[in-house]
């Protein structure tokens, strides 16, 4: 018998979901035992039901496990979440009040005033709200959220820096893979030598979520950063990883080699931990002039790193940066197992 803990995956078929499957093949604490999509998949085997596209081949494990449907009922406590967000938050909610507790990848529930919207470098203790939601909601389970798949690499390089010099302002500009459309996605006949420069509510996610994120657990609420940030958000012909070009407002003036070092030296408390996900450097800063770059750049740290260069003197704020991030893995499913690993390492899997 393992003695790993019971996990099971709600939207399984997905784009996200397919990573969950991909990642937890072989994880050291979770075991997959229980996959669930829409009504269109449920009853049918794993592989019948999934057009898999995810370069390792399906785990042998999954493969013929049938889907159930994205019901309570699930044998398992632990529940990721990769549902499509037209269903994710009723879905969700019905599975934190019958007690499961749920880390999702959904927009529906991460400016919640009482869901934690954790990245586990920047803000654990954020996982307070936790207490909050159940008296509120009066619900035994939980809901945790992971933040959008632009979201996160911004926030992982602008954290430190605010951290250490204040962001005042933040002007972004996104370059979006085709992965994190999901599948199929959009077609190739639009795509083929063309940007294009909307991605519904994306805007807004890239301007707000940080600010939740890099704010303080004050009470019963978090008190959001006060900066602000404007972003222009664009798909690009880019299999995976999403690139941002941003540039930053300071509120005490810093040279771009100590903005540099405060980068390169950013660690935390996943790292101490040594939670299996958590990349060895959150945070890492290339050299070279032309990187980075996502097809050769997005796997470092095993796909949980950001990735931050060209760092240099910004002639209208005070500094600029190109990020890069992998979308699907610490932008979707990498992100939220690592936030398990965080609850499973401070002990909260085990209360009833
Ligand atoms: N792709 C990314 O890079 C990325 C990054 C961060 C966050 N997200 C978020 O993660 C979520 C999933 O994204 P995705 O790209 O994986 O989308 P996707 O490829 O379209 O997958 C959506 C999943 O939701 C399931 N689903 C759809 N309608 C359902 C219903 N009525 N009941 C139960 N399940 C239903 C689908 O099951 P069937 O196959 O059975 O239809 C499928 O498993 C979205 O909320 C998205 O915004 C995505």
């Not at 507790?101 to 936790?130: T, W, Y």
């Not at 990883?241 to 540039?247: A, I, T």
Request: some cysteine; aromatic content about 6%; hydrophobic content about 40%.
């Amino acid at each position: 018998m393992s003695n790993k803990i019971p996990v099971g995956v709600l939207g399984a078929t997905g784009a996200v979901g397919q990573k969950f499957v991909s990642l937890l093949e072989d994880h050291p604490w979770f075991e997959l035992t229980e996959l669930a999509a829409s009504d269109r998949s449920a009853g049918k085997s794993y592989k019948e039901a999934t057009v898999w596209r995810q370069y390792k081949p399906i785990p042998e494990t999954v493969k013929t496990r049938t889907i159930k449907p994205c019901e309570p009922g699930l044998d398992c406590r632990v529940v990721f979440s990769g549902l499509d967000s037209s269903v994710a938050g009723e879905v969700e909610e019905n599975f934190a009040r019958a007690g499961y507790i749920v880390l999702s990848n959904a927009k529906n529930h991460r400016m919640d005033d009482d869901v934690p919207l954790l990245v586990p470098e920047i803000n654990p203790e954020h996982l307070g709200l936790i207490k909050v939601q159940r008296v509120r909601r009066g619900w035994p389970g939980a809901i945790v959220t992971n933040p959008n798949c632009s979201t996160i690499g911004l926030v992982m390089a602008l954290a430190p820096i605010h951290r250490a010099f204040g962001v005042r302002r933040v002007i972004v500009t996104t370059m979006q893979a085709l992965s994190g459309a999901g599948y199929p996605g959009h077609s190739a006949i639009d795509m083929l030598g063309n940007v294009i420069p909307f991605i519904g509510g994306e805007d807004e996610k890239v301007e707000t979520e940080p600010l939740k994120i890099m704010g303080s657990l004050n009470g019963d609420g978090i008190r959001f950063a006060d900066c602000r940030i404007s972003a222009h958000t664009n798909r690009v012909f880019v299999e995976d990883g999403h690139m941002e070009c941003v540039s930053v407002e300071l509120d005490r003036k810093a040279s771009t080699d100590e903005v540099a070092r405060v980068l390169r030296e950013f660690t935390s408390l996943p790292q101490e931990l040594k939670l299996p996900s958590a990349p060895e450097r959150p945070v890492i800063v290339t050299e070279e002039k032309d990187r980075p770059q996502p097809r050769f750049d997005r796997d470092a740290g095993n796909g949980m790193s950001a990735i931050v260069g060209r760092i240099r003197e910004c002639p209208v704020f005070d500094i600029r940066f190109v990020v890069l991030s992998h979308n699907t893995i610490r932008g979707a499913a990498g992100a939220a197992i690592l936030n398990a690993e965080l609850m499973k390492a401070r002990g909260m899997f085990n209360q009833p």
